[in-house]
């Protein structure tokens, strides 16, 4: 299985471009992983089988449709959009990816992902990535509906949904806020 929502296609360009994907064999089954990781926490582990299930079962049905592609959702009055599951995850993918590949593991022990060899005669300095890391935490949050948010997001979306299309979930007990982060980690 491939994830669902995401591919390598998806990091090609700027913001969210995550170069030399090929020297990772494995790139494939960590974007599933990290997909499948994230939407558990997001969505409770019950709600999202079943949202998965329908997802590769090729389902047409609306609600799993609207929740996978977005579509527009009316609360408190007012219409907000919910953009999908792609647009959110992308940011989130990039910011655990940098988080991850930042240093490497060696037979010598943890060392910075170098350039030694990048470009000869060329000199690099290996800057912090925490500024990337949270700004690309951030706007997955704010999409995803951290801290609560109900407008142009998923939480928003699943709030306005829950009690008509989306009984599996509940705002109290399967919703894991996934919050702000600061590149100080505080």
């Known amino acids: 299985m491939?994830?669902?929502?995401?591919?390598?296609t998806d990091f090609t360009n700027k913001p969210y471009k995550i170069?030399?994907?090929e020297?990772?064999?494995?790139?494939d089954q960590w974007l599933e992983d990290k997909e499948d990781e994230i939407l558990k926490d997001l969505l409770g582990w019950q709600f999202w089988d079943a949202f998965s299930n329908a997802i590769e079962?090729?389902?047409?049905?609306?609600?799993?449709v609207n929740l996978r592609d977005g579509t527009t959702y009316e609360y408190g009055g007012y219409t907000f959009k919910w953009d999908g599951m792609e647009k959110m995850?992308?940011?989130?993918?990039?910011?655990?990816?940098?988080r991850e590949s930042f240093d490497k593991l060696t037979a010598s022990g943890v060392v910075l992902?170098?350039?030694?060899n990048a470009v000869p005669g060329a000199n690099f300095t290996i800057i912090n990535p925490s500024v990337r890391i949270t700004r690309a935490q951030n706007e997955?949050?704010?999409i995803a509906g951290g801290c609560y948010r109900a407008d142009n997001s998923l939480y928003g979306f699943l709030l306005a949904n829950y009690q008509t299309d989306y009984t599996e979930?509940?705002?109290t007990s399967t919703w894991k806020d996934p919050g702000k982060e600061n590149q100080f980690d505080l």
């Open 2 to 8: 491939a994830a669902l929502f995401v591919d390598p």
């Open 19 to 21: 170069p030399n994907q």
């Open 23 to 27: 020297e990772s064999k494995d790139f």
């Open 57 to 64: 079962g090729g389902t047409t049905t609306t609600k799993w």
């Open 89 to 98: 995850l992308i940011p989130y993918i990039y910011s655990m990816f940098i």
């Open 113 to 116: 992902n170098g350039t030694t």
């Open 140 to 142: 997955f949050s704010r």
């Open 169 to 171: 979930w509940s705002p």
